[in-house]
């Protein structure tokens, strides 16, 4: 009895969370007698009054990654995952900790709450502006979002900074001593992995800002690490927990560690393969598995990481390498890591000796292979993590400023934040942030990207900022 009514509490507060996060999104682009607003907004005065008479009181919480009707988790599935992770994100953007129903509302209290959500986001201090709105409606109240640690934010790209290059020196390293035929242990590699999903999990921009660099050099490496880390972010916006996503990141720091048999010269060549040397390139994921099946004692570890390495070329629909007898399903880290490796691929320079694309191109070409070679679901995430136009891309904006894209926008996925180096007189300056949300005094956004540029010229300036 108590479990079924446990049950029925959870799907309404699913429920609750559906309606908020889809009025949001319709308040976002139509004004207020538009009429899926007003039916909207109806919908949610019934689903909070429904919830006051059987609860008392309804106080929506977020702590963490996660929401709380009064005391207790609400629980979702995959089909929810994309409204809960808009609402996360939007909540944690105004520092909005809870919302609090604490008697039956009316479609006025709502629709003020709406407004006074949506506004914040052009104020300074977003959650002064709601709290200041709502002290007039006596149904609705606010709290601010409880921080677990304050880190100075200097401090924070410092440690993000140093977790990464800590993870690109020490892949080196264990590869170097793998292709030797050295043991290796992997604990290092577990805490460094475990460092950086600290870091996803409190600072994800900055961490993938660090992905976004490109260092010629260093390729293999930073590869490995890139796709380590766009995985995380990855498997965390599909609900992996903490345990999952090091086995995640560990794994992908992996994936390409069969290439230690493909000769140097074949992976450096700055030409184009011919079939031999593709022939030999093609047998990576093979002895990827075999390598890993080699580097320890087997275990369950060492059989999913072997299994992930073999089927990351083999693609969603089975078409890649290495060609397979029989049809299977891919693992669910090897769809996650195929997406995250396909996009580091095409937007590095040095693998396969392409031309990098820049990552809005990137993802287009991704977008054309949903569903063929990627996993249509797990796509759909990326684009929306990444956002339409991903961090590091380079953009021309109509007021003839130039810069790259160094914050996103889930709300607004062509409005992200720009950090401007080349001034509209053509002059370098020294990188001012602007956000393209921002609009004049007749309520037009004062900068809006007109194109993406593809220009080596700009990508050491970038790099340089990032870091
Ligand atoms: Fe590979
Ligand atoms: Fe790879």
Redesign the pocket.
């Known amino acids: 009895m108590k479990n079924n009514q446990e049950r029925e509490i959870n799907q309404k507060a699913r429920d609750l969370l559906n309606q908020l996060s889809a009025l949001l999104r319709t308040s976002q682009i139509h004004d207020t007698a538009n009429e899926a607003v007003i039916s909207g907004t109806d919908r949610l005065v019934s689903v909070v009054n429904d919830l006051i008479v059987s609860q008392g009181s309804v106080g929506l919480k977020l702590r963490g990654e996660y929401f709380y009707l009064n005391d207790s988790r609400i629980r979702y599935t995959l089909e929810h995952l994309l409204n809960f992770d808009f609402l996360t994100r939007e909540f944690k953007k105004r520092e909005l900790g809870s919302v609090i129903f604490s008697s039956s509302v009316g479609h006025e209290d709502i629709k003020r709450f709406i407004a006074a959500f949506i506004s914040s986001s052009f104020s300074q201090e977003p959650f002064d502006s709601i709290e200041k709105k709502m002290s007039e409606v006596q149904s609705v109240a606010v709290e601010k979002l409880m921080k677990i640690v304050e880190t100075e934010s200097l401090d924070t790209r410092k440690m993000v900074r140093k977790t990464y290059s800590n993870a690109v020196t020490y892949t080196g390293d264990i590869i170097r001593k793998i292709r030797a035929g050295e043991k290796v242990s992997l604990k290092t590699a577990k805490r460094i992995v475990a460092s950086m999903v600290d870091q996803i999990v409190e600072e994800e921009e900055l961490l993938l800002g660090m992905a976004a660099i490109k260092n010629y050099d260093e390729y293999t490496y930073q590869h490995s690490v890139n796709v380590s880390i766009l995985s995380m972010a990855l498997g965390q916006r599909l609900g992996l927990n903490r345990k999952m996503l090091t086995d995640l990141g560990m794994m992908a720091l992996f ?2 560690i ?2 230690i048999n493909v000769p140097n010269e074949i992976l450096n060549k700055p030409a184009s393969f011919d079939e031999e040397e593709w022939k030999i390139i093609r047998k ?2 093979f002895w ?1 598995a075999k390598a890993l099946l080699n580097l320890r004692k087997i275990d369950e570890f060492s059989v999913k990481s072997a299994i992930i390495a073999f089927e ?2 083999l693609n969603f629909d089975l078409s890649g390498y290495p060609k397979i007898r029989s049809r299977f399903e891919l693992d669910f880290f090897s769809r996650i890591i195929s997406v995250a ?1 396909w996009y580091d ?1 095409i937007t590095s320079a040095r693998v396969y000796t392409r031309n990098p694309l820049p990552p809005d191109r990137a993802l287009s070409v991704m977008l054309e292979n949903s569903g063929t070679r990627l996993d249509p679901l797990i796509l759909k995430f990326f684009i929306n993590m990444v956002g339409i136009f991903p961090i590091g891309t380079i953009v021309m904006l109509n007021t003839n400023e130039l810069g790259f894209v160094s914050g996103t926008n889930q709300l607004f996925l062509k409005r992200p934040k720009i950090t401007v180096i080349i001034d509209r007189d053509g002059y370098r300056i020294d990188g001012r942030v602007v956000d393209l949300t921002e609009k004049d005094e007749k309520g037009e956004y004062i900068r809006t990207i007109i194109k993406t540029v593809n220009s080596a010229r700009y990508k050491m300036t970038i790099a340089r900022y990032l870091q």
Request: proline share 9%.
């Open positions: 994936h390409d069969g290439k990576h994921p990827g990351h070329h490796d691929a």
